[in-house]
């Protein structure tokens, strides 16, 4: 079984520049999530999508951050413009699905350096 | 508000030995999941174990085991037998059952000495 895939594997962009990572979960698995991880910390929940709907984006600096899932599938993460506090490890993770006890399977995440 | 504590930022351990890494968390749902993943230096996050808040049983997967103390609010990972390849960051997440989002603590680096 294929695992989480994600690319780039790493970045490196300009402060105010854009940028998008992807993401291709596992086939089947109908909940998808992106997690930020800043170094020394834990991952910290972005966007979390069902199928191709938004559960939860509370967490998520829409005023330059954007997530999308066309068809449920594979999913997209953008920023633009970067700040140099967005340095971190892009996670992305699928489910098979919402019930409890399901553990995520997690990609090898983008390395985001912003300078 | 949910909350997930790891109080040990790094631990050493001699190879062949056991050692207990601590997690503990605070939820106001009653009903929740318990992960462990161990993110090696490539980043990725890798699946443990699991643990049901109604489960009566500690889990365990080989190596692993979780003792699981729900007064407590605490889910201690406990490794046998280390090995040099255990040798990478932990974390403890927990997953309520409203939202179902994972609240991941801020990891414990784990180092195996031969």
């Known amino acids: 079984e294929a695992g989480v895939a994600q690319s780039p594997r790493y970045k490196i962009i300009e402060k105010r520049q854009s940028v998008a990572f992807w993401c291709n979960p596992i086939?089947?698995?109908?909940?998808l999530y992106w997690y930020q991880q800043i170094l020394g910390q834990g991952p910290k929940l972005l966007i979390q999508?069902?199928?191709?709907?938004?559960?939860?984006d509370s967490q998520l600096p829409k005023d330059r951050f954007s997530a999308e899932r066309l068809k449920g599938v594979d999913s997209t993460l953008k920023i633009q413009p970067a700040k140099l506090e967005d340095s971190a490890v892009y996670l992305c993770?699928?489910?098979?699905?919402?019930?409890?006890?399901?553990?995520?399977?997690f990609g090898q995440g983008t390395r985001l350096t912003v300078v | 508000a949910q909350k997930i504590t790891q109080t040990q930022p790094g631990m050493f351990v001699q190879e062949k030995e056991a050692v207990t890494l601590d997690c503990t968390y605070d939820?106001?749902?009653?009903?929740?999941?318990l992960f462990w993943y161990k993110q090696p230096s490539s980043g990725e996050m890798i699946f443990l174990i699991y643990?049901?808040?109604?489960?009566?049983q500690n889990a365990t997967e080989g190596r692993y085991s979780l003792n699981f103390q729900k007064a407590r609010k605490s889910a201690n990972l406990v490794i046998s037998a280390s090995q040099l390849g255990d040798s990478a960051m932990y974390f403890c997440?927990?997953?309520?059952?409203?939202?179902?989002?994972?609240?991941f603590g801020t990891g414990t680096s784990l180092t195996v000495i031969p």
């Open positions: 643990q049901g808040s109604y489960d009566q």
């Open positions: 939820t106001s749902d009653p009903s929740y999941g």
């Open positions: 997440a927990m997953r309520p059952n409203t939202g179902n989002q994972f609240y």
């Open positions: 993770a699928s489910s098979l699905d919402i019930s409890l006890g399901r553990e995520a399977f």
């Open positions: 999508f069902q199928n191709n709907g938004v559960v939860d």
């Open positions: 086939s089947g698995h109908a909940t």
